[in-house]
């Protein structure tokens, strides 16, 4: 079965860094996606980043654009999320996900979710 987990959260100043990763299988790198998508208390879901990895297509949504970012070690089926420069804002649980990219991302079905893990940034 598809299986997704997230690692590397955890409570970091503003300002600082965290390296997230998402350990995949279940799935062929060469034909999904994986998107790295967050939700704050109170907040929708919101789609930060994702990569196709057989290309090696990046995507970053406005908020985190030149602070984060995304890559694939594909040996290994993991995805990471650098995020440098972090800010409360940023607070949420970071949830990976894998989708097919027939679509131009963000317009994208997510498919399969990890069971998340945590960012605190404290000010």
């Known amino acids: 079965e598809v299986q997704l987990v997230e690692s590397g959260g955890g409570l970091v100043q503003a300002g600082g860094s965290l390296r997230l990763s998402c350990a995949a299988s279940?799935?062929?790198?060469?034909?999904?996606?994986i998107a790295w998508v967050r939700q704050a208390p109170g907040k929708e879901r919101e789609g930060i980043s994702a990569?196709?990895?057989?290309?090696?297509?990046?995507y970053y949504a406005d908020s985190v654009k030149g602070r984060f970012t995304i890559s694939s070690d594909n040996a290994k089926n993991t995805v990471h999320l650098q995020m440098n420069s972090l800010k409360p804002e940023d607070t949420a649980v970071y949830y990976c996900?894998?989708?097919?990219?027939?679509?131009?991302?963000?317009?994208?079905?997510?498919?399969?979710w990890g069971q998340g893990t945590q960012v605190t940034v404290a000010s």
């Open positions: 990569i196709v990895m057989y290309y090696n297509i990046t």
């Open positions: 996900t894998n989708f097919l990219p027939t679509r131009e991302w963000p317009y994208v079905r997510y498919a399969d």
């Open positions: 279940g799935f062929s790198f060469d034909d999904y996606g």
